[in-house]
């Protein structure tokens, strides 16, 4: 069972009647408690600026939460009998593009407040980083293209480790903001949908399993999350 299917069942069991998105899911619980700590030690100094931080931590729990629940939607649509290859466009189909694109811009709003976050756990860090860190995708180059930086170097190395997925994942989220929409078409029994957001230079449409990458990549955030959360709570 992947990290991902570890949490969905969790979640699933903890869910309560009244709402979908309870949950006693804490990705970010140790740096939470880390911050509550320090709030309780600043005396009031500096404790507007760490609020910013621990907010940030709240906004990345909950669109994690909504993010999870996305993925459990997902699943359930791509079970359904009117999820079919039969060449019909139902409405099935379009709630579960509509899913699978918001699954991309959670995401990606997740990864750019662990961008914001993490500055707290560098405080002597210098203006130039803490400008780059607007943006993962402006905060991993940075890392990446400083070889010589002693900020960090084994979160330098896990960053990019752990992040392969996150160029692809980037990509797809820049092609539906900013130029195309969703790709589909359909191939293999049972069903499968696959995507594309955009044509390669033969006119060819992508053909990656929608439901597949989904879980592949949710994992890999996942996972990636709880290493943040492990790594930074005793970094201060």
Known sequence: MSTLDEILDSKAKSEDEKSNASTGISLLFDILEQMNEAMNESMGRNNRELQRYREYVFHIETKTNYLLLIIIRLRELAKSRFFVSSGVHTKTVDYFLIGLESFFHYAISILDLVARLTPYFYPSAGAG???QSKHFSWQKNWFIDNDNTALDFEYKENIIKRTCWFSDLNDH?????HDTSIFFC???RPPKLFFGTKR????FIPNQDALEYV???ANGLIEFLLYFNSYFSKKR
């Open 173 to 177: 989220r820049g092609n539906l903001t």
């Open 186 to 188: 359909w191939g293999q």
């Open 200 to 203: 390669n230079d033969r006119d």
């Open 215 to 217: 879980n592949k990549t």
């Open 129 to 131: 980083f803490k400008k």
